[in-house]
RNA sequence: CGGUGAUUAGCGCAGACUGGUAGCGCAUCUCGUUCGGGACGAGGGGGUCGUAGGUUCAAAUCCUAUAUCACCGACCA
């Protein structure tokens, strides 16, 4: 490609929205452009990376036995209220009517309609296992759009879905597609770690997260150095203390604490110190008939936090978790948020390992404005239940007995999910079995964020002046930038006849033609991250030498002008 | 959905308080000089100032409504 037949598209200037180095250098390099809030257009250039990626894909996909389908975006919610996630989606699932009044949504999944299409087409055991895939946008009516690409309305992704017999052979392509995942991860240059993770409102049982490990990143993992353990710390068990209780002190006693809302502000006029406070939070249980919630209370250690997604585990509590109102904890407590406590609480009281190690501790007194002090479990407060509440944090042991737990931060790229029999079951599913039993498949589902990776990998490879892309997915294997060809004949046969030679030879080149200063030129080729760069000028030709240079570690080479094509196709690994 | 802020040329911004012919830098086009790391000079083109109302002799500017966007938070495969 000619840079003068090309849309290059590049900004000098930071475009003021982007936070991230991703999302800046997307736009800045002529990737993307923004149409609406989370929604892009892919310029030339992007494309063509994105194209690479969905050739990286689309080959590990058809290798681990796949088989590409094309699902339509349009679904009809017909299918939505068959598998009862109509209502339960949210608004994240746009919705909308045709003409004919007819109710329809944008896909931002396919479980529904891949497992219509399953029980129309699978009669016999014998076709099973079977596993499907698609690459396709996606619509998710996201509340807080961010990031440019990282975290958009309307994404690609490739979704893959299979069905089985038994748990046994769903096992074996859940193995498939985790292996599939890490060729895919590692062919894109990405540093990832596959982490054990929640299913979320997917459904299912058993499932990974692929994280791109990045400061950027919006999740937080917990791995361990002693082990191959690693989970989101949603999921990261916290282990308690192996230390025993002390022996209570004297009897416990009220002291005034006003104006103390929080576990440190209470710490602090109490004298202790954050760990010696208990950390006392109100969510709702079950609902009840009437609408209201009874109210249940969580107890942490003072500077801990509180894991979400864990509690809403927990028989009883709401979930997705809610904590209780300001209102509803008044009535229920007497007292406010921030002078709340266990003793005196008239509900369920759950409490995390962590603070069952807790003696002769601060909390809140139900009354506003006073804490108590030197209170103890058992003495103090019989009926509690402990469990598992907390966030891991740094420094934890890790839940298989074996190192210590470290936390990085990362960005989802993939996860593969066990489903079991949840669509299957609604939708009916099913296949006969041997005893000429119906019975309902197992499914697996599968995801790769297509263009989520693709900011991943930006963020893991980039410096000041731009990009810098794996020989894998770079828009242009090779730049070739000639130093004013109008004015020298020379270098623009020698800039001629490499470009003929590298195209001949199949190389994605990109020939810089333009009639540019040279420094307009090498700007535009580092910022787009192009990884070989060939300059070609009177300079060099004097001495019969063509530049090289490669842009990851900005080493520089003289070749032979007659030799610079042989020597640069075995650089590309030809 | 809450909080904050923004919307003026393709991009980045000034002008608004104090109403009176819409500006700057970059980009773009033309000409010239330059020419190995984002050149310089001269000249040109491009904007119903987000939209709709209102006040006024007169509105980018004041008032009202509304839309869109961004950041923080809550939310979320």
Not at 12 to 41: C, D, F, W
Not at 165 to 171: F, I, P, T
Not at 336 to 356: E, H, M, V
Not at 485 to 501: G, I, Q, W
Request: hydrophobic letters at 35%; one cysteine or more; aromatic letters at 6%.
């Amino acid at each position: 490609m000619r840079s003068s037949q090309y849309l290059l598209s590049t900004l000098k200037e930071n475009p003021v929205e982007a936070s991230l180095a991703s999302h800046r250098l997307m736009l800045r390099a002529g990737m993307i452009r923004q149409v609406a809030s989370g929604i892009y257009t892919w310029l030339p250039t992007g494309m063509k990376v994105l194209a690479k990626a969905i050739n990286i894909v689309r080959e590990e996909m058809n290798r681990a036995g796949a088989l590409e389908i094309a699902m339509p975006m349009v679904q009809p919610a017909e299918l939505w209220k068959e598998s009862g996630r109509y209502t339960k989606y949210g608004p994240e699932l746009c919705r909308f009517k045709d003409r004919k009044e007819g109710e329809f949504a944008l896909g931002p999944t396919h479980e529904e309609v891949v497992t219509d299409m399953a029980r129309r087409e699978i009669k016999s055991s014998r076709q099973l296992p079977l596993c499907v895939y698609q690459i396709q946008n996606k619509f998710r009516d996201e509340i807080r759009p961010r990031f440019g690409v990282m975290r958009g309305r309307e994404f690609l992704m490739k979704d893959a879905y299979s069905f089985h017999m038994d748990h046994q052979s769903l096992e074996k392509t859940y193995q498939d597609m985790y292996d599939a995942y890490s060729r895919v991860f590692t062919r894109m240059g990405l540093e990832f770690r596959p982490v054990e993770a929640d299913t979320g409102s997917i459904g299912g049982n058993h499932s990974h997260e692929f994280q791109a490990l990045a400061d950027a990143g919006e999740d937080i993992i917990a791995w361990s150095d002693g082990s191959m353990y690693a989970a989101n710390i949603e999921m990261a068990e916290a282990l308690a203390p192996s230390v025993a209780r002390e022996t209570p002190k004297e009897a416990y006693t009220k002291e005034p604490t006003p104006g103390c809302h929080t576990v440190d502000e209470a710490a602090a006029k109490l004298g202790l110190e954050a760990k010696q406070v208990l950390k006392s939070l109100v969510v709702r249980g079950e609902e009840k008939e009437d609408g209201t919630h009874s109210l249940v209370m969580l107890c942490l250690c003072g500077n801990q936090e509180l894991n979400e997604i864990k509690a809403g585990k927990i028989q009883g509590l709401s979930s997705p978790l809610e904590f209780a109102d300001e209102e509803e904890i008044r009535k229920f407590t007497g007292a406010n948020p921030g002078s709340l406590g266990p003793i005196g609480f008239k509900g369920r009281i759950i409490i995390d390992r962590t603070a069952d190690k807790m003696s002769n501790f601060a909390c809140g007194a139900n009354e506003d404005g006073f804490h108590l002090i030197n209170v103890n479990w058992d003495r103090d407060i019989q009926d509690y239940e402990v469990a598992d509440l907390r966030n891991v944090e740094d420094g934890d042991p890790s839940p298989d007995g074996k190192g210590t737990l470290h936390l990085r931060r990362g960005i989802e790229v993939g996860q593969v999910f066990m489903l079991g029999k949840k669509y299957s079951e609604a939708m009916g599913a099913t296949v006969t079995d041997e005893k000429g039993q119906s019975v309902a498949m197992e499914m697996g589902c599968y995801g790769i964020g297509v263009t989520r990776a693709i900011a991943a990998v930006i963020e893991q490879n980039h410096d000041d002046r731009g990009i810098i892309w794996p020989d894998a997915l770079a828009p242009f294997q090779v730049v070739i930038i000639a130093i004013k060809p109008t004015k020298s004949a020379r270098v623009h046969d020698a800039a001629e006849n490499l470009y003929k030679e590298l195209l001949q030879a199949g190389v994605d080149v990109l020939y810089d033609d333009r009639d540019e200063r040279p420094g307009v030129m090498f700007a535009d080729a580092e910022l787009i991250g192009i990884p070989h760069i060939v300059t070609i000028g009177d300079k060099g030709l004097e001495q019969g030498c063509i530049e090289y240079k490669l842009r990851k570690t900005g080493e520089r080479e003289n070749l032979p002008e007659n030799e610079a094509a042989a020597v640069i196709l075995k650089k590309l690994g030809r």
